[in-house]
């Protein structure tokens, strides 16, 4: 079955520090992967997507991901945090192909970022 | 362009009864899926709808329903509501069926007591 694993449901770091937020997936087919934002009582903002391009795929806010086929991963990165970072993150995939448009989410990692 | 509505914000109902949450998609888009958004996971899908037909379904029970209007907007409507359906219910828009690119409203908080 196709799903999502993030890594960590929690993590901190300091400002100015490297963001890596681990997301692992499983799909049958060629998966199209999402990183998405969420923060206090609001919706999910689409940071970036891997959509069988380029594999270093690079979004907003200065974040970007790298699509790694042999290890599964989709893992998100930041070279510097700030202080505005600090949100909920979920990974996705679409496992359809293409087919379909619904997502598979993970359970999302919560980042903090200490002053 | 104004993006995905959702009304209401939030909403308080008693177990058993009945609700119905509204979305708007963004102009031009035909495909809105519903999302339920439990405290501290992340969303899992409910429905697609596509040119007001079901186009793909979760694993929720017969108490959730939904439509899609001419005009493209959605209703999901849940039944007998249970404690365990309090969450943030989250719609999103795409142009297409296939539309992997899906753009998400604020969500309605439903508080079920």
């Known amino acids: 079955a196709q799903s999502v694993t993030q890594l960590g449901s929690h993590v901190s770091v300091s400002e100015g520090a490297l963001v890596l937020l681990r997301c692992n997936y499983s799909?049958?087919?060629?998966?199209?992967l999402f990183w998405y934002v969420q923060y206090p009582n609001q919706g999910l903002q689409l940071l970036l997507k891997?959509?069988?391009?380029?594999?270093l795929v690079k979004g907003i806010n200065g974040f970007e991901a790298e699509f790694k086929k042999s290890e599964t991963s989709f893992h998100l990165t930041k070279p510097s945090a700030h202080m505005s970072d600090a949100a909920e993150y979920f990974c996705?995939?679409?496992?359809?192909?293409?087919?379909?448009?619904?997502?598979?989410f993970g359970k999302g990692t919560k980042l903090s970022v200490k002053p | 362009d104004a993006g995905v509505t959702q009304s209401p914000t939030h909403l308080i109902k008693t177990r058993g009864q009945h609700v119905t949450l509204r979305c708007s998609p963004i102009?031009?888009?035909?495909?809105v899926s519903w999302y339920q958004q439990v405290l501290g996971q992340g969303p899992q899908f409910i429905f697609q709808?596509?040119?007001?037909?079901?186009?793909g379904r979760g694993n929720f029970p017969d108490r959730f329903s939904a439509r899609q209007f001419p005009n493209y907007s959605s209703e999901l409507n849940v039944n007998a509501l249970l404690l365990g359906d309090s969450a943030l219910y989250l719609c999103?828009?795409?142009?297409?069926?296939?539309?992997?690119?899906?753009?998400f409203g604020p969500g309605t908080r439903l508080t079920v007591t």
């Open positions: 999103a828009s795409s142009s297409s069926q296939s539309s992997y690119e899906q753009y």
């Open positions: 799909s049958s087919v060629p998966p199209y």
């Open positions: 891997y959509t069988s391009a380029a594999t």
């Open positions: 996705a995939v679409n496992p359809w192909g293409g087919s379909q448009g619904n997502l598979i």
């Open positions: 102009s031009g888009h035909k495909s």
């Open positions: 709808y596509y040119e007001k037909e079901e186009r």
